[in-house]
């Protein structure tokens, strides 16, 4: 494990005091970061010193509960707004890429990924639907805030085959914030397959300024061949760069392997980078990392075959009444940070859920 230079961000030892024994976290007096459900709006909004952080929202118009929008510790977006509060100059494709999300795009041949308000009707029998259910727990605190959820994944035949229990916890500090979504997957009457698919699993849209900046017109087609068509734009503030655990950078980052993958840029005055950590217990470790150019950074962890070019195969599955657990971590920092601290900071997390 490489391990930080003497001087290294002062953002490690932040996160160590945040992520401290369970017996100082009970003494820690207030509540820093509140949870607070609002159902009659379809919402529960987490804030951190007063100040927004995320708000995890299931609104009528999206097939999936999403966390929307995701700030840094100093407030800046680093989500994309569209198609929810588009933005000037923002990219419009790929609307059912909103906040940070957890789906696939073949779950018993029925497409979770890619469904949107922009599916035509003839192939909405074809996709399938994420439903929340219910809030089980919401607590605030001083150190840590915990959301609990329960949802329905639904298939286009209006069939619920999954039932998703997902445990959030939202951390944060003066130059820090951070999601962990621990997701467990319980099949019902039936088994349930996963074929090999690009389209998964934990996915985030960021930020113009988080792109990584291109000058031409590109064209991505989907596993069921539906071509998006992604155009050429103006540049100016462009900035982003993907960085693997690897040692993989920039575009060579898609469709490599790495127990994390990091991208990072300047939001305005802001330096900014978000990781997202993978977890040894999860299936298919080290995840896929499925991170675009135009914004989207997402951990593909069952798609082996699509990344791999045929040479590995998972086409993971679950019996009936079997349950799978998938462990993540968000990171967002405000600054640029080191391979080294984030790589300290992933064996933080790596202890946690041990």
Known sequence: MSKP???????????????????AQQ????????VLPNE???????????????????PANLAKPVLYPLRTAKGTLITRGYPLEPRPGER?????????WFN????????????????KPENAPKMGVIRHRSIVSAKSGADWGVLEVEADWVSG?????????TRFVFRGGPNFR????????????????FPDDKEGMLGLRVTRALETPSDKPEVFTDSSGRATSVAKMDNTGVNGVYLSSEGKKGDAVWGTRGRWCALSGRVADEPVTIVIFDHPANPGFPAYWHARGYGLFAANP???????DGKEELNFSLAANESVTFRYRILILSEIASPGSIEAAYQDFVTAYR
Do not use: M
Not at 27 to 34: H, K, V
Not at 92 to 100: N, Q
């Open 104 to 119: 696939y795009g073949n779950v018993n041949g029925f497409d979770f990924w890619n469904n949107s308000e922009a599916i």
């Open 27 to 34: 003494n820690a007096p207030g509540d820093r970061i509140r």
């Open 178 to 193: 951070s999601v962990d979504r621990i997701a467990t997957l319980h099949a019902l009457g039936e088994k349930v397959v």
């Open 92 to 100: 419009v494709d790929h609307p059912h890429h909103v906040g940070l």
């Open 157 to 165: 035949k209006q069939q619920t085959i999954l039932k998703e229990h």
């Open 302 to 308: 069952l798609g082996q075959k699509i990344f791999s």
């Open 40 to 58: 009659p709006a379809g919402r529960v909004d987490v804030s951190i010193d007063g100040k927004p952080f995320t708000a995890y929202i299931w």
């Open 5 to 23: 230079k003497a001087g290294a961000s002062l953002v490690l030892i932040v996160i160590s005091a945040f992520f401290c024994s369970v017996a």
